[in-house]
């Protein structure tokens, strides 16, 4: 699945009545306590750079990212380079992080609890890889905690809910119709102001969350490994129960991403984490509405704020996602990418999108993460890799990612070298067509 990691709503000591029980047993943390192809490619319009963007800092001082790669090539903008980072970049591939888990002497779980924590697991990647952005760790589950559901991570499992909704009736007795994410999620972003202060403004924060059909499948079917049909027979079997839940669930994910942004998030990612399982049909009527309200809503309160989004499993609706406003769109291990990247430019021809460009959205992706296998993969295939991605989709509206999330089985040499790769074969193409 497309987590992060799992982190898992803890309340300030105000809020402890009210929070899950789940969390109360892990021990709830104190708020208080935290210090906290080519030819077309390159024939693409691309607007000219602007000036870095600023932001403010605790004394209300105004602050310029080092690097701001990542935003303006979220913004249609030229860059001399093209931007990476990596799904779950953070976390167990790293040796750093096991080392960790290890000497603080706690489990995934209780990592994830502390702000302090998350900050640190946060900034490994970014110590140790030339990486142009941060991303919050943390994971797609949060969301249903907060809403009370119980989450678990029972090992060699993933995530589980281990008592998912079973009816309609269940529904309305469990899930409340709105929450407070200051208060309900208090724990996350108080992690992402201590993560702004531990970064100083060397690259970008990328905050996110789940999308609501992603939410919805996990809560009525409790795994992605099993009962993997559960949420299309809901949606066929309970409309209006599932449109009822989807739409709680889109009120949640607004608010939430809108106080990361408050919080200091400098970019927003969207994750619909399940899209292989739901038809294309279902996405359409049920998922992509909320997707739509999401970003609609996004850029009416943070209108200078890029939008990026992966519909994994679902990459057929990125046309229809950049209709709706979003500034990147994330391109799977499935995905065309020379037909994708037409698509949307075409798309944009027809009418401007209400992207920050007015133009067509940039795309991320799809590198394979088979050739920075630890036991299958080397440097050599990395290159390649690297190379055949600017062949085909060229270097600019661009964010070079993986088609899928690091999953532990990963090479660091490898990894950097991807990284490294990434840019200096883009600053070399870039360089190449100035002149």
């Known amino acids: 699945m497309m987590a992060m990691a799992t982190i898992l709503f803890a309340a300030s000591t105000s809020a402890f009545s009210t929070a899950p029980p789940s969390i109360l047993a892990r021990g709830g943390f104190s708020v208080a ?10 024939s693409l319009p691309l607007s000219t750079p602007q000036s870095k963007p600023v932001r403010r800092g605790a004394c209300g001082l105004a602050m310029k990212l080092e690097n701001d ?11 001399e380079r093209t931007p990476v980072w990596l799904f779950r970049q953070a976390g167990r591939h790293l040796p750093e992080y096991n080392e960790y888990k290890k000497t603080t002497g706690k489990n995934f779980l209780q990592l ?29 589950l949060v969301i249903a905690e907060a809403l009370g559901i119980d989450v678990e991570m029972p090992g060699g499992k993933g995530i589980t809910v281990p008592k998912p ?20 999620l208090a724990h996350v972003l108080a992690a992402v102001k201590l993560i702004k202060v531990e970064l100083k403004d060397k690259v970008p924060l990328i905050g996110f969350s789940a999308a609501p059909w992603t939410l919805m499948y996990y809560m009525v079917g409790g795994s992605s490994k099993k009962n993997q049909e559960e949420g299309e ?9 599932s449109k009822e839940l989807l739409n709680i669930l889109t009120e949640v994910v607004i608010d939430y991403m809108s106080a990361q942004v408050d919080a200091g998030a400098d970019m927003i990612q969207v994750f619909e984490a399940m ?15 909320c997707m739509v309200k999401i970003a609609v809503e996004l850029r ?34 499935k995905t065309d990418r020379v037909a994708i990247r037409k698509a949307l430019h075409d798309d944009a021809e027809g009418a401007p999108p209400p992207t920050l460009s007015g133009k067509a959205s940039g795309v991320q992706g799809n590198l394979p993460i088979s050739v920075i296998n630890k036991d299958k993969g080397s440097v050599e295939d990395v290159k ?31 990894v950097a070298a991807m990284v490294d790769a990434i840019h200096e074969q883009s600053e070399a193409l870039i360089k190449k067509t100035k002149f």
């Open 33 to 42: 306590r935290a210090a906290v192809s080519p030819s077309f490619a390159s």
């Open 69 to 79: 790669l990542m935003l303006r090539a979220a913004r249609g903008e030229n860059v």
């Open 112 to 140: 994830l609890d502390d702000p302090k924590d998350v900050a640190e697991c946060t900034m490994q990647p970014i110590r140790r890889y030339n990486l142009d952005a941060a991303i919050l760790f943390s994971d797609i």
């Open 165 to 184: 909704l079973t009816s309609p009736e269940d529904f309305e007795a469990r899930i409340p119709k709105k929450i407070d994410v200051q208060e309900r």
């Open 233 to 241: 027979r809901w949606l066929k079997e309970h409309p209006e129960a």
């Open 275 to 289: 899209g292989d399982f739901i038809t294309e049909e279902s996405f359409y009527k049920h998922a992509m509405p």
């Open 300 to 333: 009416k309160r943070h209108p200078d704020t890029p939008l990026l989004v992966f519909p994994r499993g679902a990459t057929y609706s990125l046309v229809k996602l950049q209709r709706a406003g979003y500034d990147i769109v994330t391109m799977d291990l």
């Open 384 to 414: 390649k890799a690297v190379a055949s991605l600017f062949d085909d989709i060229g270097t600019q509206n661009l964010i070079a990612n993986l088609g899928e999330g690091l999953s532990g089985q990963e090479s660091p040499e490898y």
